[in-house]
């Protein structure tokens, strides 16, 4: 029978075979047993419940698998599970987490997606990267980027590594053969002759005379290093700069270096500024006053008999009561002429002034002048002299009280 269109819904009987040809069905197909000899085509979807078995080749567009793929037998070729998003490759145990695995036992390459290691001829490897399974051979890279070589935790056996102050350990191995050279820290090959030594950036190569055994002994303004107990010789002097934090007046202070006494002497060099921070730019500070053609500068700044002292603080106001705001030591030449620049704060207003005083003896003249406030005044300014003192007051005006913040410029003529 040959080209015969089939309706819906035909049974054949199990009593014998049928045999057909060109044979075209458009609806629901029932079959025990079904052998093509020729080509298939399949117009729609082709849904298989049991195993399909090709002895053939397979040519196919597109291929979708939503579970498992196996290629050889129990996928010992080639496995691929969508469930655990494993892969294994010449393995049908990809255990669960592993991402990639290559050769029986997972041993030729494993990529581990839950530890994020990989091991090359290990399944289980102990660092970020293992090759070799052997401790006493192996090369491992660890997650901190430190390289061992014959041990799987290198730097295991140091106890006190310094990984901020003296850098980070990159490579633990047992021995090494150079044919060249090593260079140093300041990036030197060494001279022939020479030996190595430890400074504060690390190894650096150094030479010495060997006759020269005595040391050198170091002197504090004619006093033996260190100062308190036996003095002693020093082989390496090291000079460093130090910040005065603006305090203080010797320039060069000579210790025994904390980090090895016994051998190095600490040179320290500092001026007389104190400064914050680093770079070329950084502001400086002195901490003591500062004089300009003058010896003994009695404001933080004095220019001959001219200084200038700024101050900043708070009073608590209180009606009828004055707030002392400054005391200046005075005698009857000094001070003559004292200007203030004042500014102060009290709730939402602010005030700002002038204030000239003119010290006669006993007697402080004052006058207020250039007085300038956003909503209301706060203060009047009075002055007085008490014994050898000059006095300044802050008087609340009416309906002012509480906490007053106040600042000022201090200009005088001594």
Do not use: C
Not at 90 to 99: A, E, K, L, V, Y
Not at 298 to 315: A, K, V
Request: hydrophobic share 35%.
């Amino acid at each position: 029978m040959a080209n015969i269109p089939l309706p819906s819904n035909i049974v054949f009987t199990r009593s014998g075979d049928s045999l057909f040809e060109n044979v075209t069905i458009w609806g629901n197909t029932n079959l025990n047993t079904l052998n093509v000899y020729g080509k298939s085509l399949f117009y729609e979807n082709a849904t298989f419940k049991k195993d399909v078995r090709i002895e053939g080749k397979l040519d196919l567009n597109f291929l979708l698998v939503r579970t498992r793929l196996d290629v050889g037998i129990g996928g010992t070729a080639l496995n691929i599970d969508t469930r655990t998003r494993n892969i294994g490759i010449f393995t049908s145990t990809s255990s669960d987490g592993t991402r990639l695995s290559f050769g029986p036992g997972e041993i030729a390459l494993n990529v581990d997606t839950r530890t994020e290691r990989i091991g090359i001829f290990t399944s289980t490897p102990q660092q970020k990267f293992q090759f070799n399974s052997e401790p006493d051979n192996t090369f491992v890279i660890t997650g901190f980027g430190t390289v061992g070589i014959n041990t799987i935790n290198p730097g295991e056996r140091l106890s006190n590594l310094d990984n901020s102050g003296q850098g980070k350990l990159s490579l633990e191995l047992d021995t090494v053969s150079i044919k060249r050279n090593i260079y140093d820290s300041a990036g030197s090959p060494g001279l022939n002759g020479s030996f190595l030594n430890r400074d504060a950036n690390g190894v650096r190569w150094v030479t010495f005379e060997p006759a020269f055994s005595e040391g050198i002994f170091i002197q504090d303004d004619g006093v033996d290093i260190p100062i308190a107990g036996t003095a002693q010789s020093f082989t390496i002097l090291n000079f460093t700069d130090i910040n005065s934090l603006g305090f203080g007046t010797d320039l060069i202070v000579p210790i025994p270096d904390p980090t090895n006494p016994t051998l190095i002497a600490r040179i320290q060099s500092q001026s007389y500024w104190g400064y914050v921070g680093i770079g070329s730019t950084v502001s400086i500070n002195r901490m003591s006053n500062v004089g300009i053609k003058t010896e003994i500068p009695r404001e933080p700044l004095q220019i001959i008999n001219y200084g200038i002292n700024p101050q900043i603080g708070t009073f608590f106001a209180s009606p009828g009561f004055n707030s002392l705001i400054d005391t200046v030591p005075i005698t009857s030449t000094d001070y003559k002429t004292i200007e203030y620049t004042l500014n102060f704060f009290h709730n939402s207003s602010m005030q700002t002034q002038k204030t000239l005083i003119f010290q006669n003896n006993s007697v402080a003249n004052s006058a207020e002048y250039g007085i300038m406030f956003d909503n209301n005044l706060i203060v009047k300014i009075t002055a007085d002299i008490s014994g050898s003192n000059l006095r300044l007051f802050a008087n609340p005006y009416t309906g002012v009280t509480g906490i007053v913040t106040y600042r000022f410029v201090r200009e005088g003529l001594m």
